[in-house]
């Protein structure tokens, strides 16, 4: 009788020792397979979140200047004031312009369609280009002759037209280009796609 009662009791012992000597051990592996686990879990979800929300087929759009070589003499601004002395006011530009000799080339800034060709006194002749997803650029102080008309489809680079000095809302004698971006509507600082700084 005592034979048979003596076995379970050292197994038990031995398994007590065990788990006293050793349970710290199997415990904080326990712990590091179950938080690699959590990492894993973690970093899969959060690379299918982000395929999910990634644009796909979305190219960043850089723009060649308008102007070869050209100055800004005039930056964006949409809320700080610029004085225009032709016509002596303070405004905001909600463009760029570039010192341009007259008759200098003017160049589409991206691929796109010659949407508008107008002619008025303040702006001379002024074309505009849609690129797409609400994208547009204008540019304006331009000669009456244009290289391009209506429907017509340019790449980035072609001549559209001359620099003038025909504007009148800001005459100079050497001639000038304004150049407007207008996304989604609304006029936006061409230097968010023109490698430029813009002075004032």
Same mark, same amino acid.
């Given at each position: 009788?005592?034979? !048979?009662? #003596? ?5 038990? $012992?031995?398994l ?34 982000? /395929? %999910?929300?990634?644009? !796909? ?9 308008p ?5 800004? !003499?005039?930056?964006?601004?949409? #809320?700080?004031?610029?004085? &225009?002395? #032709?016509? &002596? ?5 909600? $463009?760029? =312009?570039?010192?341009? &000799?007259?008759?200098? %080339?003017?160049?589409?800034v991206?691929? $796109? #369609? ?13 074309? /505009?280009? =849609? ?6 650029t ?13 429907? %017509?489809?340019?790449?980035?680079? %072609? ?8 504007? !009148? ?27 430029? &700084?813009?002075?004032?």
């Open positions: 009788m005592e034979n !048979t009662n #003596t076995q379970p009791q050292k197994k038990k $012992g031995s007590k020792s065990f788990i006293s000597k050793y349970g710290y051990y199997v415990a904080l592996a326990l712990l590091v397979v179950m938080l690699a686990i959590a990492i894993v879990l973690t970093s899969v979800g959060a690379s299918r979140d982000a /395929e %999910d929300t990634a644009p !796909t087929g979305v190219d960043v759009i850089s723009f060649t200047s102007v070869l070589n050209g100055t800004v !003499t005039k930056g964006y601004s949409d #809320t700080e004031l610029q004085y &225009n002395k #032709t016509l &002596n006011v303070w405004e905001v530009h909600k $463009g760029v =312009d570039y010192a341009a &000799n007259v008759g200098t %080339d003017v160049l589409a991206y691929d $796109g #369609t010659v949407t508008k060709i107008t002619t008025n006194l303040l702006q001379g002749t002024v074309i /505009e280009i =849609d690129h797409g997803n609400n994208l547009k204008t540019y304006g102080s331009l000669s009456s002759t244009t290289n391009v008309k209506v429907g %017509d489809v340019v790449k980035k680079g %072609d001549v559209i037209g001359k620099a003038s000095n025909t504007a !009148t809302g800001e005459v100079t004698e050497e001639g000038e280009v304004h150049f407007e971006v207008w996304k989604d509507g609304n006029a936006v600082d061409p230097a968010s796609y023109l490698d430029i &700084n813009t002075g004032k």
